[in-house]
């Protein structure tokens, strides 16, 4: 081989590997592009017709509120319980368990993530929503149903049940973060406050939970994202109503969310104005999920270079 | 003098390797003991014994007996037994998260009874004993990592000291800190023997020379020599005990 | 003081058991239920047969096993190579240049972009053009899905590799890309081929991407331009449809799809560990 063939070579596969690189650069902008093309006809008709309340295929209106609200509750009332079930799993993981329910757990937890949404929503459909209708809704609105919040009637389909499966879904993220960041507590620190009689958990408590604070934070805002963006099991289980919250605010209410309408109306929609709004609702979607995203990777290369430098 | 702690044939392993191998001393009240030997000789081993922290390696293992005022320490609550023998590790570790009072505080805060102007006497006077209070009394609230290593490590101490534990163990304390600073606190460990028990770890002998009333020679998991300082530097009655105090090992 | 302290211990200690269980326990729920519901539909002619026209019981899923797996296939087929290809281009040309950071930046972007805003995109691009459902736009979809995953993948098995190895080859002479695909590559390959298969085991699942590009089809699939049936968007349809025959289905359909997952996943996990050290 003689040395022009070589240098050659050497520069084809360099053009090779960056311009695969700027094809999916590429890529990512025509996610951009396209749906701002596609949401061109809404926008031009009304653009603040997406921030209104109603819905109404048959009149015309495409109000995007009542699902934006909806994506943004289901998903913060699933952070909100998702974010004990991880710490406490993750802090059960690295300070109490024994070695075997460790290796167990971490399957467990891989498990979880592994499962596919539509899986969850078969699930969440047809074994959860009856038994949570029944033993949960049910009592509630019966006790304390006169507050808004908790009013019936009880659908089991709602968006107290979305909120519960996207708990599931959204656990594994923050668990695995947050254990990978409590074993990593240096045991400088835990020894210093076992040496002044702390029990196990004031140990964490105190030295492991604060030094891992920042982290955990951004492991939150890392499921927040995923559970802006979930689609099937949300769909399959929020009831695709928005009756919540103008109608009613209870949770225990069917709702929308961006996701569950695209997934439900998007294949049969024929309106020009309807796809339009549809994919408008998308590319609302994507600029939160982004934004939520590239907030939660900001701090993780800040932890990152904390730990460097430190 | 009282004896204040006794060990009384204590081994200890890490899996199957045995580190410790019978070893029965008794350390007297308010005085400096230090524990001398080269390094891996199993002296961090034996004093994490003393206040049950070796039990916490995976696979660690005690056997014999240790008492503190007569009394089974593997009888007591583990918890008891490291509020009445404190311990200062050869790293400064104050709790970065925390101000520098909060560092001191942060052991007696945990069993909740004492009010805000008790800690904050015992803030005052334990940085005070540690001759920290002057140097840092303008800003108590800014973060024990911000201070220098000497005060760092002073700093531990006081974290120690606040519990008014009955024994404090420290792991070679200025093993990591500049000359300065190093003298700085073997003043501070001579003046501390009026109060409290003290049992040094020291890999240097000109240091047990310098501030310990009694000496003990650990060599390959095994007491050597245990006599009164100067006894112990002047009429070593081991061979090996020569050979290590006069730097021909280790 | 010191008493309440431990049960304060022991309280927290069951506090977090039953937190761990609140996580334990629906996963266990979840394949307890496929595997119960789906167990009762499986047979030969469940796993090879076309459905069977409405009102008649029988048939099968066979149609949307083979379409998951011809999606799945041409989507690896672009997603692949254009991960491992911009995986090599993160770890061995972009260094610190604006260039690399940025396709770095957009690369880990594009693994946080909703499955069914890239399902959107599709749809966009190619249905809305061709005003015609099409399993090409499901696996542009599915295909984009998988860059990201195998681009970080491969970009660090490819990291892990000793620079010692590079400088050696660079003091022979030889030429970069050579070094590049002959030593680190192939040093880094169990990590680009677990990877792959993860990527691969990921878009079998994914259900929102499919709904508005490859659609549904009763009917064997004629070609990747025709809309087509898959397990995934299967199970959806029959789980929502209520009719009990197609509700059953769709647990079979289910419970084969969290055994293709699953499968892949341990594979990779814990038995390619093994071999590669670490996955």
Redesign the interface.
């Given at each position: 081989m003689n040395k022009k063939s070589?240098?050659f070579?050497?520069s084809?596969?360099?053009y090779?590997?960056?311009g695969?690189?700027?094809?999916?650069?590429a890529?990512?902008v025509?996610?951009f592009v396209?749906?701002a093309?596609?949401s061109y006809p809404s926008m031009a008709n009304d653009p603040l017709m997406i921030f209104g309340s109603t819905w109404d295929v048959n009149s015309g209106l495409y109000g995007g509120i009542p699902a934006i609200l909806g994506t943004l509750a289901s998903s913060a009332i699933a952070v909100a319980l998702a974010v004990?079930?991880?710490?406490?799993?993750s802090?059960?993981?690295t300070e109490?368990a024994p070695r075997r329910v460790r290796a167990a757990?971490s399957i467990?937890?891989?498990?979880?993530a592994?499962?596919?949404?539509?899986?969850?929503?078969?699930?969440g459909?047809?074994?959860v929503a009856p038994l949570v209708k029944t033993y949960v809704q049910d009592p509630i609105v019966g006790s304390i149903g006169f507050i808004p919040l908790f009013s019936g009637p009880a659908y089991g389909l709602s968006l107290f049940l979305a909120s519960l499966v996207l708990t599931?879904m959204i656990?594994p993220i923050i668990?695995s973060l947050t254990i990978s960041l409590l074993s990593t507590t240096p045991v400088e620190l835990r020894e210093a406050m076992i040496s002044l009689g702390a029990?196990?958990?004031?140990v964490v408590r105190h030295v492991a939970l604060p030094f891992s604070k920042l982290g955990i934070f951004a492991s939150i805002i890392l499921a927040l994202?995923r559970a802006?963006?979930?689609?099937?099991a949300v769909?399959?289980v929020i009831g695709n109503s928005f009756i919540w919250p103008f109608s009613s605010i209870s949770l225990f209410s069917p709702a929308s969310t961006i996701?569950s309408k695209?997934?439900s109306e998007?294949?049969e929609a024929v309106d020009v104005l309807h796809?339009s709004s549809l994919?408008e609702l998308?590319l609302i979607?994507?600029v939160i999920?982004?934004l939520v995203?590239?907030s939660a990777?900001l701090v993780i290369t800040r932890i990152s270079r904390r730990n460097a430098s430190g | 003098m009282a004896t204040k702690l006794v060990t009384e044939r204590l081994s200890a392993w890490f899996g199957k390797k045995q580190v410790l191998k019978d070893i029965s001393i008794a350390f007297e009240e308010r005085q400096v003991t230090a524990l001398v030997g080269p390094s891996g000789c199993g002296k961090s081993t034996f004093i994490r014994c003393l206040n049950r922290m070796h039990e916490l390696n995976p696979g660690a293992r005690v056997e014999g007996k240790a008492f503190l005022d007569g009394i089974d320490i593997y009888g007591m609550?583990p918890?008891?037994v490291r509020r009445k023998i404190g311990m200062v590790f050869q790293k400064p570790n104050p709790f970065p998260n925390m101000s520098i009072s909060d560092n001191v505080v942060a052991g007696i805060k945990?069993?909740?009874?004492k009010s805000k102007a008790d800690l904050d006497a015992i803030v005052e006077r334990t940085l005070k004993s540690v001759g920290l209070y002057d140097e840092v009394k303008d800003d108590l609230r800014r973060s024990g990592a911000s201070l220098s290593g000497g005060q760092q490590q002073r700093l531990c101490i006081a974290r120690a000291l606040a519990m008014e534990p009955e024994v404090i163990l420290m792991d070679e304390p200025t093993s990591a800190l500049d000359p300065a600073s190093t003298s700085r606190i073997e003043d501070l460990i001579r003046k501390l023997k009026s109060e409290i028990t003290v049992i040094i770890i020291t890999h240097n002998v000109g240091q047990a020379a310098r501030i310990s009333d009694k000496t003990a020679f650990l060599y390959l998991g095994e007491l050597i020599e245990y006599n009164d300082t100067k006894e112990f530097f002047e009429s070593p009655k081991s061979p090996i005990t020569e050979r290590y105090i006069t730097g021909r090992f280790g | 003081?010191?008493v309440s302290?431990?049960t304060?211990?022991k309280l927290?200690?069951a506090?977090?058991?039953?937190?761990?269980g609140?996580?334990?326990v629906?996963?266990f729920?979840?394949?307890g239920?496929?595997v119960w519901?789906g167990i009762s539909v499986m047979s030969l002619e469940f796993l090879t047969s076309l459905p069977a026209p409405f009102g008649s019981s029988g048939g099968g899923i066979g149609n949307a096993i083979l379409g998951t797996l011809i999606i799945n296939l041409f989507a690896s087929g672009l997603g692949i190579?254009?991960g491992i290809?911009?995986g090599?281009?993160?770890a061995?040309?972009?260094h610190d240049s604006r260039?690399g950071s940025?396709?770095r930046t957009?690369?880990?972007?594009?693994s946080?972009?909703?499955?069914?805003?890239?399902g959107?995109?599709a749809?966009?691009?190619i249905v809305?053009s061709f005003r015609h459902?099409t399993g090409v736009a499901a696996t542009l979809a599915l295909g984009?899905m998988m860059?990201p995953l195998v681009?970080k993948a491969t970009e660090e098995s490819m990291r892990v590799v000793s620079d010692d190895l590079r400088e050696a080859g660079m003091a022979l002479g030889i030429?970069?890309?050579n070094i590049?695909?002959r030593i680190v590559l192939s040093m880094a390959k169990g990590g680009v081929i677990s990877g792959s298969l993860l990527a691969f085991?990921r878009i079998?699942?994914?259900?929102?991407p499919l709904?508005?590009t490859a659609?549904f089809s009763f009917y064997w699939p004629t070609g990747i331009d025709q809309p087509m049936a898959t397990l995934?968007v299967l199970?959806?349809n029959y789980?929502?449809s209520g009719f009990a025959d197609w509700?059953a289905k769709?647990?079979g359909a289910?419970l084969l799809?969290?055994l293709l997952?699953?499968t892949i996943?341990v594979a990779v996990?814990y038995l390619g560990r093994k071999k590669y050290g670490g996955a």
């Open positions: 070589i240098f070579k050497d084809a596969f360099k090779l590997v960056g695969s690189s700027l094809i999916v650069v890529f990512f025509m996610i396209m749906l093309v596609r004990p079930i991880s710490l406490g799993m802090v059960f993981f109490y757990l467990v937890i891989d498990m979880l592994t499962i596919p949404s539509v899986i969850f929503g078969i699930w459909l047809w074994i599931f656990v668990s029990t196990r958990w004031e994202g802006l963006g979930e689609t099937m769909t399959m996701t695209i997934a998007l294949y796809v994919v998308g979607l994507l999920t982004l995203n590239s990777r | 609550d918890m008891d945990l069993s909740g009874e | 003081m010191i302290r431990r304060k211990e927290i200690i506090a977090l058991v039953a937190l761990t609140a996580a334990v629906p996963l729920w979840i394949i239920s496929i519901n190579p254009l290809l911009t090599i281009y993160l061995e040309y972009a260039m940025a396709v957009i690369v880990e972007s594009l946080g972009v909703p499955s069914l805003v890239i959107l995109f749809f966009t691009l809305l459902y984009i860059i681009a030429p970069k890309y590049t695909t085991a079998s699942g994914e259900t929102a709904l508005f659609l995934q199970i959806y789980a929502i509700v769709a647990w289910s799809l969290v997952v699953i996943n996990r």
